[in-house]
Nanobody, 124 residues
Framework: QVQLVESGGGLVQAGGSLRLSCAAS????????MGWFRQAPGKEREFVAA????????DYADSAKGRFTITRDNAKSTVYLQMNSLKPEDTAVYYC?????????????????WGQGTPVTVSS
């Protein structure tokens, strides 16, 4: 089992920045590819960003490219999502997830463990 706890969400004005953190415990963090997903009210959960377990590669949703950066610190068992130039449409609950594959995935079903989420609200 892997336990994931997100933090760093909150209320921010459009154009602002937030850094989300996801701390993992329970199993060897470096064995898992990590992803960030989000779910806005009334919408399905969607992919935001993901990173290989060795941090050698990452991928982003088109909506996140150029504004968000995913990184990981395997020594701290933590994955981060730096979000800049935030827009009201980024408002959602953000979830981190861990997958047992070595390569990142944009598919929800490829992830085995999920955190409880941290809410992000971007005001216009």
């Amino acid at each position: 089992q892997v336990q994931l706890v997100e933090s760093g969400g909150g209320l921010v004005q459009a154009g602002g920045s937030l850094r989300l953190s996801c701390a993992a415990s329970g199993r060897t963090f470096s064995n898992y590819a990590m992803g960030w997903f989000r779910q806005a009210p009334g919408k399905e959960r969607e992919f935001v960003a993901a990173i290989n377990r060795g941090a050698g590669g990452a991928d982003y949703a088109d909506s996140a490219k150029g504004r968000f950066t995913i990184t990981r610190d395997n020594a701290k068992s933590t994955v981060y999502l730096q979000m800049n130039s935030l827009k009201p449409e980024d408002t959602a609950v953000y979830y981190c997830a861990a997958g047992r594959g070595s390569i990142y995935s944009i598919t929800l079903s490829d992830y085995d463990y999920w955190g409880q989420g941290t809410p992000v609200t971007v005001s216009s």
